[in-house]
């Protein structure tokens, strides 16, 4: 899942980036409104987490517009107003949940993971397939009932490829869901990856290589 934070308070919005990451979800930040506009014209996310009151572009505009343009990313709206009229008035905008500040970090992962539910087909607790059982709740991973430790973005390429039910999953779609803006999108890094993942998972290989096309758990 590949989530955008756009909050103006940059020790949080760090901060929360990089608890997100460690829940193997890739994560880019904004610090103001254009920003996000800038990095969700370019990018497919799943999930946004909007501070209302961002500088350059107000948080209520940045809502406005993925609601204008049919953006399929699910907005969860961050203010430091916790009264009824203020909520009501963010749901009004679009968005789809609504969190007030100060909040816990985990009722945050909670609802993010609910809204990245919503933004496509919900993914059951468990993901199975070829004898290996992803446990999403846990964040652990078994093949034939062996425990398979791995790394946050082995897990999240485990994650998609499962997903995605024996279709074929491309290099560029793997970037785009489980690493963030930062990675060099002519980089090794997804071969890298699966080659770890592979020789973690152990024999038989479960992941098939499609020439030209990307990877496939089938």
């Avoid at 990089?18 to 999930?47: F, I, S, T, W």
């Avoid at 406005?64 to 909520?87: C, F, N, Y």
């Avoid at 009004?92 to 500040?101: E, H, M, Q, R, V």
């Avoid at 946050?152 to 998609?160: C, D, M, N, P, Q």
């Amino acid at each position: 899942m590949r989530v955008l934070i756009a909050e103006d308070e940059r020790m949080l919005a760090d901060s929360i980036a990089e608890g997100l990451r460690g829940e193997a979800l890739a994560v880019d930040v904004a610090y103001d409104g254009g920003a996000a506009l800038e990095r969700l014209g370019v990018h497919d996310y799943d999930v946004l987490v909007l501070d209302r009151d961002l500088p350059v572009v107000h948080g209520d505009e940045v809502c406005g517009k993925v609601v204008e343009q049919g953006l399929m990313v699910r907005v969860l709206m961050l203010t430091a107003a916790s009264d009824v009229r203020a909520r009501v008035a963010g749901l009004s905008l679009g968005a789809d949940d609504y969190l007030p500040k100060p909040f816990a970090f985990e009722e945050l992962v909670a609802r993010i993971h609910a809204l990245g539910r919503r933004a496509r087909p919900a993914d059951p607790p468990m993901l199975e397939r070829a004898g290996v059982r992803l446990d999403w709740p846990h964040r652990q991973v078994f093949r034939g009932g062996r425990y398979v430790p791995l790394a946050r973005k082995e897990f999240g390429v485990l994650a998609e490829l499962l997903r995605a039910r024996g279709a074929v999953v491309s290099a560029e779609t793997l970037l785009e869901k489980v690493w963030d803006e930062h990675i060099d999108p002519f980089t090794n890094t997804v071969r890298t990856t699966m080659t770890k993942l592979r020789r973690k998972l152990g024999e038989p290989q479960i992941i098939e290589t499609v020439p030209g096309s990307g990877y496939r758990i089938p």
